[in-house]
C-alpha cells in the first residue's frame, strides 16, 4: 500500500496550505455559523473532518477508544494543529497495519457493514476535500481570497 502512503502526504501537504489559510482568518469568521452551509462553521468542518477520521480509521479499523472532538468548543489553532498531527499518527498506524479481511463496521445509526482498507481510505480523503471545499467557498463570502490548495498547485 506503498501508493497511499504517497497519496497521504498529498493530501497533508494540501491539508497544510489550508491550515495555514485559516489561521489568518479572523477569529470572529473562524467561528461564524454560516446558515448558507447548514449553520457551520470553519471550525465546526475542521472538526467534523476530524472526527470522520477519528470515526472511520481510528475507532472502527483500528479498534481503538475515540475521544471525539465537541463541536461547541472553541479551539485554538495549535490545538487544531495537534488534532490532525494525531490523524497523522494513526494513518500512518493504519496504512502500515495488514488488513486480513474487510474491515468489520458499525456506524452510529446501528447501519453495520464491512469495508476494505482503500474504500476506508477514500471515503475519510474525499469526505476531507468536500469540506475542505466548503471551507474555501465560506470564507469567500466572508470577503477572504482563497488559497489554491488543489493537490496540483
Request: net charge negative; hydrophobic share 35%; charged share 25%.
Amino acid at each position: 500500500m506503498e501508493n497511499l502512503k504517497q497519496q497521504y502526504e498529498f493530501i497533508v501537504s494540501s491539508r497544510k496550505v489550508l491550515l495555514e489559510y485559516c489561521e489568518g482568518i479572523s477569529e470572529a469568521h473562524f467561528l461564524h455559523k454560516n446558515p448558507t452551509f447548514g449553520n457551520a462553521s470553519i471550525q465546526y468542518l475542521l472538526l467534523h473532518n476530524a472526527n470522520c477520521y477519528k470515526f472511520w480509521i481510528e475507532s472502527e479499523a483500528l479498534q481503538q477508544h475515540v475521544d471525539f472532538l465537541d463541536y461547541e468548543k472553541e479551539y485554538t489553532f495549535s490545538e487544531i494543529r495537534k488534532i490532525y498531527e494525531d490523524i497523522n499518527n494513526f494513518m500512518k498506524l493504519f496504512m502500515e497495519t495488514e488488513f486480513e479481511t474487510e474491515i468489520p463496521f458499525e456506524t452510529r445509526t446501528g447501519i453495520k457493514g464491512t469495508a476494505s482498507k482503500l474504500k476506508l481510505f477514500t471515503h475519510v480523503t474525499t469526505h476531507e476535500f468536500h469540506h475542505k471545499g466548503q471551507i474555501l467557498s465560506m470564507s469567500r463570502h466572508l470577503g477572504y481570497t482563497p488559497v489554491d490548495t488543489d493537490i496540483m498547485r
